[in-house]
């Protein structure tokens, strides 16, 4: 018989490295596991905190629902873009929020594939992330045509008038880039909440509960069935999402690449914008994580470990970002393009030269704290340089937008770029959206994979050891 394992070194009792170290906290068992997970949203009653955080972002996205009132009735003049620069706050927070999503999709597809049992606590989570992030992305598109209610015009179905949508439009590229990856996401998440739901489904105590869990669990019972038709779906779903991780990012960032103008004409975009969507992505995570591990008391799950991974993740995806920004200013130098060289000293010491070393700063000098352990460890440290990071990948896209479009081939067409409080009150009100609806997931789902989580309890033999 194996001799017991220590969960924090993963040795054996005579030293002996016994596989992959389970991250996830000593002393817990399936019932324990199972009770600490489930108890969150079938906790009667609400918690302050949570009134308070789901109150005042409720408020906050009924900014946005009366910003779209006006755009709506008054059309998008309310917003700040002009000539030059045409795509402003609307193509700049569509491309964020694209990056943000980009985290769910790796940890559950890729990593799963990988089989990195540390994704197992954050993937839940992750994936939602994912979901209403790329809700609040297809806002922008959609009303920056100007006609919303005509948007289905971009889908190819048979029509009278033949009017068929115009396949060299990086528009239409983007709503079918998109929509495939909300498709795949959704489904992902929702296969992978079937286990979860059947178990809160048979601890839930109101009938209402029992009802709605049960009607959402599609009749699990966990039979050996049942279990091999989840893995295969799991397996197909995830082999069909890991490319999406690379596609989607690249279709966007194809948005500016096939264009002509100085700062967009880069063939380094598509690689560029998968690592920083990435890059944001974990940023994301964990701002979310950390304060919902402290405020459901959820740290034996999200451990020290799963923060130490992701702040790992952060650095590679972090330095690949960086080296984009170095090719850009080596091709500007190489490349001796007249147009190319001003581009960048335009961008670097122009109207908008504060936003080009305010991303520099962000983005690549302060991330460089976290190749020191004791920066890892530091819970509060990680939140900042996370919330840093999001900011920062902000302003990398208000950089590569704006700063390439309002000064381009004739000065006489110059302009600068104001945004307007309707552009703010979009932009606040969809991050509202997006804290509103993961505090609804949080307090209404298992913001944690039960089944997964359980797997890495150990098993106990008949003679009692592990």
């Known amino acids: ?13 005579s030293g002996v490295q016994a596989g992959p170290v389970p991250v996830l906290a000593p002393g817990h068992n399936y019932e324990s596991v199972s009770e600490s997970i489930a108890a969150v949203p079938l906790k009667q009653g609400w918690p302050k905190f949570w009134l308070v955080g789901f109150t005042a972002t409720f408020c906050i996205m009924m900014m946005l629902f009366a910003t779209i009132g006006g755009l709506v009735f008054k059309g998008i003049g309310l917003w700040g873009p002009n000539v030059p620069v045409g795509w402003g706050f609307d193509i700049i927070n569509f491309v964020w929020w694209i990056g943000i999503g980009h985290a769910g999709t790796l940890i559950s597809a890729i990593l799963l594939l990988l089989k990195q049992q540390w994704r197992m606590s954050i993937a839940r989570f992750a994936e939602a992330m994912t979901i209403f992030a790329v809700a609040c992305a297809l806002l922008y598109p959609t009303f920056h045509t100007g006609r919303p209610w005509l948007a289905y015009w971009m889908l190819p179905y048979p029509n009278t008038m033949g009017m068929w949508p115009q396949p060299r439009s990086p528009l239409l590229w983007d709503v079918f880039a998109v929509s495939t990856y909300a498709t795949i996401s959704i489904v992902f998440w929702y296969v992978g909440l079937i286990p979860d739901l059947a178990t809160m489904r048979d601890r839930a105590k109101s009938r209402f509960a029992q009802v709605a869990y049960g009607m959402l669990a599609l009749g699990w019972r966990g039979s050996a069935k049942h279990w091999v038709h989840y893995e295969t779906a799991s397996l197909l779903l995830a082999g069909m999402s890991t490319p999406l991780v690379l596609s989607v990012h690249t279709v966007v960032s194809f948005d500016f690449a096939v264009g002509l103008l100085p700062g967009w004409h880069a063939t380094i975009f598509p690689p560029y914008f998968v690592a920083g969507a990435i890059y944001s992505g974990f940023a994301m995570v964990l701002t979310l994580a ?20 992701m702040c790992k993740v952060m650095l590679a995806t972090g330095l690949i970002v960086a080296y984009g920004y170095f090719m850009e200013a080596f091709m500007a130098w190489y490349s001796a393009n007249g147009w190319e060289t001003f581009m960048f000293k335009n961008r670097t010491t122009g109207p908008y030269g504060w936003s080009y070393w305010s991303l520099i700063l962000f983005n690549v000098l302060i991330p460089q704290v976290l190749w020191f352990g004791w920066a890892r ?52 009100g969809s991050i509202g959206m997006f804290l509103c609806l993961m505090y609804i997931f949080i307090r209404v789902l298992p913001s944690i994979s039960i089944f997964e989580v359980r797997t890495l309890v150990p098993r106990e033999t008949k003679g009692g050891h592990h």
């Open 290 to 309: 950390i304060p919902m591990r402290s405020w459901y008391k959820l740290k034996d799950f999200i451990t020290a470990k799963h923060i130490d991974n």
């Open 377 to 428: 460890k530091n819970v509060a440290l990680v939140f900042v340089v996370s919330l840093i990071i999001n900011i920062g990948m902000w302003l990398e896209r208000f950089v590569i937008i704006v700063t390439s479009l309002h000064r381009d081939f004739l000065p006489s067409s110059w302009g600068m770029y104001y945004p307007t409080q309707y552009d703010w009150s979009f932009y606040i």
């Open 1 to 13: 018989m194996a001799d017991n394992v220590d969960l924090r070194t993963g040795t054996t009792g």
